[in-house]
């Protein structure tokens, strides 16, 4: 059990919404790179999907109360990694495709885990433009079955999430907390099985919380002027 988990459950019943320090931390150590946003408390965090930090990631929101909701949108911005390869989508259905996304969260958001207690789905409508963020009912709901959701679309009214090529990117996933908004980076790959995690191939080496940037692929910190 990480060290933090028991701290961090007896802070949730004063703030369920604030990430403490401990959880920040623990993530950090595990990978994600955090930035704190000079004279605030607040933080921008980036972890990757299936990586060390967002298994500590869906720790926590796992152990949150039921009615506490993150604020949760989808965005296109895929990494300078992929921009010109065959893995990013084209440019012109960008924006066409982050609207399927947050479509996608918009009407998975009032459902339950218990409206998937069978093999059947619920039926989605088309893609629509909504309003984000997102109340999304509960922050595990929306690290599971949403992220299946966009990686597995509906067949009907989501013609560009269904036309990507296996492999593709199709967007990042960020959850807003009243301290901290966390992206989930590169979050989806399109069919590709939910849980199927890689492994981390860095070492996030003695990092501390300051202000400015700490690299996760190095544990260097980049002091930002």
């Given at each position: 059990?990480?060290?933090?988990?028991?701290?961090?459950?007896?802070?949730?019943?004063?703030?369920?919404?604030?990430?403490?320090?401990?959880?920040?931390q623990e993530l950090l150590h595990a990978?994600?790179?955090?930035?704190?946003?000079?004279?605030?408390?607040?933080?921008?965090?980036?972890?990757?999907?299936?990586?060390?930090?967002?298994?500590?990631?869906?720790?926590?929101?796992?152990?949150?109360?039921?009615?506490?909701?993150?604020?949760?949108?989808?965005?296109?911005?895929?990494?300078?990694?992929?921009?010109?390869?065959?893995?990013?989508?084209?440019?012109?259905?960008?924006?066409?495709?982050?609207?399927?996304?947050?479509?996608?969260?918009?009407?998975?958001?009032?459902?339950?885990?218990?409206?998937?207690?069978?093999?059947?789905?619920?039926?989605?409508?088309?893609?629509?433009?909504?309003?984000?963020?997102?109340?999304?009912?509960?922050?595990s709901f929306a690290l599971s079955k949403?992220?299946?959701?966009?990686?597995?679309?509906?067949?009907?009214?989501?013609p560009t999430l269904t036309g990507l090529?296996?492999?593709?990117?199709?967007?990042?996933?960020?959850?807003?907390?009243?301290?901290?908004?966390?992206?989930?980076?590169?979050?989806?790959?399109?069919?590709?099985?939910?849980?199927?995690?890689?492994?981390?191939?860095?070492?996030?080496?003695?990092?501390?919380?300051?202000?400015?940037?700490?690299?996760?692929?190095?544990?260097?910190?980049?002091?930002?002027?």
């Amino acid at each position: 059990m990480s060290k933090w988990k028991g701290a961090a459950k007896a802070e949730k019943v004063e703030n369920p919404k604030v990430l403490s320090d401990a959880v920040i931390q623990e993530l950090l150590h595990a990978g994600a790179v955090v930035r704190k946003m000079e004279g605030e408390q607040q933080f921008h965090i980036r972890i990757e999907f299936g990586d060390a930090a967002f298994r500590v990631y869906e720790s926590w929101v796992s152990a949150l109360p039921e009615e506490v909701d993150p604020h949760v949108l989808a965005i296109v911005a895929p990494a300078p990694s992929i921009v010109g390869t065959v893995l990013e989508p084209p440019l012109a259905l960008q924006a066409i495709l982050q609207r399927e996304c947050n479509a996608l969260i918009h009407y998975y958001a009032p459902l339950r885990l218990a409206d998937f207690a069978t093999e059947a789905v619920p039926e989605i409508p088309p893609a629509a433009a909504v309003r984000v963020p997102i109340d999304v009912h509960h922050a595990s709901f929306a690290l599971s079955k949403i992220f299946e959701a966009i990686r597995a679309p509906p067949a009907v009214g989501y013609p560009t999430l269904t036309g990507l090529s296996a492999g593709s990117y199709i967007c990042d996933v960020v959850q807003m907390w009243s301290n901290v908004d966390l992206t989930v980076d590169g979050t989806i790959i399109a069919h590709v099985t939910l849980h199927q995690s890689k492994t981390a191939e860095w070492s996030p080496g003695e990092v501390s919380l300051r202000k400015g940037y700490c690299s996760r692929r190095s544990g260097e910190q980049e002091q930002r002027n």
